[in-house]
């Protein structure tokens, strides 16, 4: 499969590219058509610049990049969009505002580096030696003798020879185990978080200020969440949130119907505390998963959720019958998540694993 490096700007292309033909659709079915374009290009380009950040940067380097980077710029690019949509009304013209800030992330070709970890994986320790010999230069330290040995054992080469697909993902135990329940948990996660997320469009006022706290709220969870990563154990921040979370929206319907506020700010505490789960769940797994894999392994994570971000709108519609239904169901597929998570080994001030063989087994 191809490098890390190199799906990142691919996909950041097919971002772009479809995204600025979508301006021109000329009918719903063509603009719903290109939308998925677009979609696969931005959910891919995210976790690829997730992966890459996580096997350049050293473990707590990685931890702020994956919190204090992707996370909290995505979360001030949504913050960013109920301004552009308030001054822009024209469905078009906001599309085209939203797309041309893509071109910017062409001259990044020539700045950032592959994974050096991804290199050594094929054998390629020249070309990873070279990037850490330039990144230590930067950083003003002066190192003359060789970084990397050169893979030579019957046992580095078959490892470099072989081509790893999805399936190796199921065939160790360890990895198995570990992948089929993040991916149960990323299905939950998911559905929770675009379920409340959904529901606070629905909330009385104007909709471009709902959305600007909407924003505003991830923006403060994914700052927490790096706090929450510098002095917890990825398990425990996990578990933690993921219960606080279920709690709060468990306790929505024993609200009087009466107390709007309270139920709104217990609403919001659960959409807290998932967003807060969703930056730690995302450097949890990436952990989790041996470099060979860890592209396949977070991206069959990801595609898991999608399957939560396409139920959580029927969750939604329950809301109709019974307003408190969709929280319930959702408080309890927390809790459910929190069982999950206690399964999963701690990776906390462990090494990345490199190899299928170093995965860490399953907490019973």
């Known amino acids: 499969l191809s490098n890390t490096f190199f799906i990142l700007f691919a996909t950041m292309a097919l971002q772009t590219v479809f995204s600025l033909v979508q301006v021109f659709s000329v009918s719903w079915e063509m603009f719903c058509t290109l939308y998925f374009f677009v979609g696969l290009g931005q959910i891919s380009n995210y976790v690829a610049a997730f992966i890459l950040g996580t096997e350049l940067l050293s473990k707590s380097a990685g931890a702020v990049h994956g919190t204090l980077g992707n996370c909290l710029f995505y979360a001030l690019g949504y913050a960013i969009m109920p301004f552009l949509a308030y001054f822009i009304r024209d469905w078009r013209m906001l599309l085209l505002a939203m797309t041309l800030p893509g071109f910017l992330y062409v001259p990044l070709w020539w700045f950032i580096p592959e994974s050096p970890r991804w290199l050594l994986s094929k054998g390629r320790v020249e070309e990873a ?28 080469m078959h490892n470099i020879k072989r081509t790893y697909t999805y399936f190796d993902l199921v065939k160790d135990f360890n990895l198995r185990i570990n992948t089929v329940v993040s991916c149960f948990m990323w299905i ?45 154990h990825r398990r425990m921040a996990n ?23 309270v139920f709104t700010v217990l609403a919001m505490i659960g959409k807290f505390c998932i967003t807060t789960v969703f930056a730690v769940i995302y450097i949890y797994s990436a952990e989790l998963f041996p470099t060979v894999v860890r592209n396949m392994g977070l991206g069959a994570c990801s595609m898991a959720s999608r399957f939560g971000s396409v139920v959580s709108p029927y969750i939604v519609y329950l809301g109709r019958f019974n307003k408190e239904l969709p929280f319930i169901l959702m408080g309890l597929l927390m809790l459910v998540s929190v069982v999950l998570s206690c399964i999963l080994p701690e990776t906390h001030k462990q090494p990345l694993p490199d190899t299928i063989e170093q995965t860490q087994p399953p907490r019973w």
Do not use: R
């Open 239 to 261: 578990v933690s949130m993921m219960l606080l979370s279920g709690t709060m929206l468990l306790l929505i319907q024993l609200v009087p119907s009466a107390l709007h506020i």
């Open 129 to 156: 030696e070279a990037i850490v010999q330039a990144a230590a230069k930067q950083n003003g330290i002066t190192y003359t003798g060789v970084i990397f040995k050169n893979i030579n054992s019957s046992t580095d």
């Open 188 to 232: 939950i996660i998911s559905t929770c978080y675009f379920g409340i997320s959904l529901n606070t469009s629905n909330m009385n006022g104007d909709p471009y200020i709902n959305c600007l706290i909407s924003a505003a709220s991830e923006i403060v969870a994914y700052i927490f969440a790096w706090w929450l990563l510098k002095i917890a």
